[in-house]
């Protein structure tokens, strides 16, 4: 009985980290600029792989291999916001503005509410 149980969380874990990779990887696609897209990605990207890491450590049990998942868990907890904290002030350091409106809210994307210079969307204006 309780290995049954060990079994649902385990893939009830599985199933919500694959979830947040593919939330992950549509808003990649459906954002409109460089920081909103890396957002969308750091964060589904960490939580995801979180998620399926215990999924594995339950399905693992207590053992070695627990350990180093456990590992590798705070190596992309660790390593994931640091890298996207580091492409972000890359991005501002090469002055890469957002697609902003008038009211500097996210626009949806319109040439004539960027600001003159390089764009997050790869546009000039």
């Known amino acids: 009985m309780a290995a049954w149980l060990v079994d649902i969380a385990s893939w009830a874990l599985l199933l919500a980290g694959s979830f947040f990779f593919v939330v992950g990887a549509a808003g990649l696609v459906r954002m409109p600029d460089f920081y909103t897209r890396m957002h969308a990605a750091s964060v589904t990207d960490t939580l995801g792989a979180g998620l ?66 390089p764009q997050a969307d790869g546009r000039r204006s």
């Open 52 to 117: 399926m890491i215990a999924g594995m450590m339950l399905q693992a049990g207590f053992t070695l291999v627990s350990v180093k998942l456990f590992i590798l868990g705070a190596l992309f907890f660790l390593t994931g916001p640091v890298a996207t904290h580091a492409l972000a002030q890359s991005a501002l350091h090469m002055k890469l503005k957002p697609v902003l409106d008038k009211d500097g809210d996210i626009a949806d994307a319109l040439p004539d509410a960027a600001e003159p210079g």
